[in-house]
């Protein structure tokens, strides 16, 4: 039961995915929705970005300093394992977790108002594609401007850390920047932001899908718009493993 | 014209719609009228493809929808204008970008001559004034308005409307009929309301299609439902205390006379 219910949701869903790929009715409409979707997912977002990035980088320089407390381990380890942390995890896997919260149910619940609203009914009245006119703009501007927001977070970590090294007296500034540039591999970024990338899909398409099926009034909204962040969070996860085994082995 | 032919559509295995055919003509106020859950919904929506019907034509001026494909279908439908229960207004956008939203979808019109239509389509429904507001910031009846405006922007050949008065007062009722009667006369549109307001059917009540539990049972105008002998039309026709008074004192009156 579970299995086939799984199954005729992922077949829904790519169902779902091939009408919103398809060739937008205007190009001049798409780019203005899209345009309007980067300010409101994706530039909304950026406070949210540099509060959480910053108190997380300097928590992270605090416990590795005091869990790296060992005289074999050098001072500047703390840098570097800040930055490696921040490069392969917190700024993809943990900061799209953060915003399948905040932008994943901010999409399902404007796309599931509109169905139980009938806004998407007059969208289909009128002969519009509902399916690419709403949720491709969000998809194209959320994984657009999702490496932004991983960039945004590596700076601002880094920064959180910084600022720990200079208002206490756990680890000296030099020591910090050193680590921060010790040993750097490049295909860390990278790796980061292919990941911020998919994972950017999976919460703009995720999320879209849900709110668009809704059924019912606002019980229902908010139902899946819980669905939604579930759902998004444990496929992020889920492809979290796929890509550290495909992408770092 | 749109004619419908056997119409039959069920949900879960329970027929909704049984068999139900039906003329609506151009330049006509046609009404769907029958009780909640009669089916007039499902027959609406089936017209206008939003549920498809397992079985049965519908007709758009001898175009039969159900066979077209989805290049037809998308064509047709920009002939189409349709007011919802709700009004169905985009929140993000103001009143004069709800009027102008499909005419930025589909025309090729400059940004002025948008402008233009979008503001001689709000002068018709008496709304100048208001462009600037979000749907948010209007009333009800003012909400209806400008719905009624998005669906005319593109002089449409039919207009749907589902239950246009549910929520308003008796004089905006009475104003939004009026303006639908007006508008499909001005323009020659086939308008198709759906309603069980009998304001609305005394009003504007040119072609009246009765539906009971997914029959069809009657048709006619508002000169005729009083004179009907159908049951369950008189039954739906006198449901109101006033109407029923009413009856009673016409019957006291006869009574009298005789």
């Excluded at chain 2, 066979?67 to 229960?85: A, N, P, Y």
């Excluded at chain 2, 905006?172 to 499909?184: A, G, M, R, W, Y």
Aim: net charge neutral; proline share 2%.
């Amino acid at each position: 039961m579970l299995i086939t219910t799984s199954l005729s949701q992922f077949g829904k869903y790519c169902l779902f995915i091939a009408k919103a790929f398809s060739i937008p009715d205007k190009w001049k409409v798409f780019s203005r929705r899209t345009l309007q979707e980067v300010t409101k997912l994706g530039v909304d977002s950026i406070p949210l970005v540099i509060v959480i990035s910053v108190f997380i980088g300097a928590v992270c320089t605090i416990q590795m300093k005091l869990n790296t407390s060992n005289p074999l381990m050098p001072a500047y380890s703390v840098g570097l394992a800040t930055r490696d942390i921040v490069l392969l995890e917190f700024s993809n896997s943990i900061l799209c977790l953060i915003l399948a919260g905040k932008v994943g149910s901010n999409i399902a619940s404007e796309i599931g108002t509109m169905r139980v609203t009938e806004q998407i009914d007059a969208l289909e009245i009128m002969g519009v594609n509902s399916v690419n006119y709403l949720v491709l703009p969000k998809i194209v501007a959320f994984v657009g401007f999702m490496p932004v927001l991983s960039v945004f977070c590596i700076g601002t970590s880094i920064l959180g850390g910084y600022l720990v090294t200079i208002f206490t007296d756990l680890i000296s500034t030099a020591r910090y920047t050193y680590g921060i540039q010790a040993f750097f591999n490049e295909w860390y970024v990278w790796y980061g932001l292919i990941k911020s990338l998919v994972f950017a899909y999976i919460i703009a398409s995720v999320a879209s899908f849900f709110g668009y099926y809704v059924k019912g009034g606002a019980l229902q909204v908010g139902k899946a718009s819980t669905n939604a962040v579930v759902s998004s969070s444990i496929l992020i996860l889920l492809f979290d493993v796929i890509l550290t085994k495909v992408l770092l082995q | 014209m749109i004619e419908v032919k056997n119409l039959t559509k069920s949900f879960d295995g329970k027929t909704i719609l049984h068999n139900v055919s039906a003329t609506f003509y151009t330049g006509k106020t046609n009404l769907i009228i029958g009780q909640s859950g009669s089916g007039k919904t499902v027959l609406m929506k089936s017209i206008v493809g939003l549920v498809t019907p397992e079985e049965g034509e519908i007709l758009y001026d001898g175009r039969d929808f159900l066979k077209m494909d989805t290049r037809q279908v998308k064509d047709l439908r920009k002939e189409i204008g349709m007011l919802f229960q709700g009004s169905a207004l985009f929140d993000s956008e103001t009143v004069l970008g709800n009027v102008m939203f499909p005419l930025t979808m589909f025309t090729t019109m400059t940004r002025g001559e948008m402008l233009d239509r979008a503001r001689f389509c709000l002068e018709r429904v008496n709304l100048q004034g208001a462009e600037k507001k979000f749907p948010s910031e209007i009333s009800g009846g003012m909400q209806k308005r400008v719905a009624i405006a998005r669906a005319i922007a593109l002089n449409p050949k039919y207009l749907f409307c589902d239950e246009p008065n549910s929520g308003l007062d008796p004089r905006t009722s009475i104003l939004i009929d009026e303006l639908l009667h007006d508008i499909t006369h001005e323009y020659g549109i086939t308008t198709i309301i759906n309603t069980h307001d009998m304001n609305s059917v005394l009003g504007i009540g040119e072609n009246i299609i009765f539906i009971n539990k997914g029959h069809r049972e009657w048709v006619g105008d508002k000169e005729r439902i009083f004179t009907t002998t159908n049951e369950a039309l008189n039954d739906f026709v006198f449901a109101t205390r006033l109407f029923q008074k009413v009856k009673h004192y016409i019957i006291s009156e006869d009574n009298k006379n005789k």
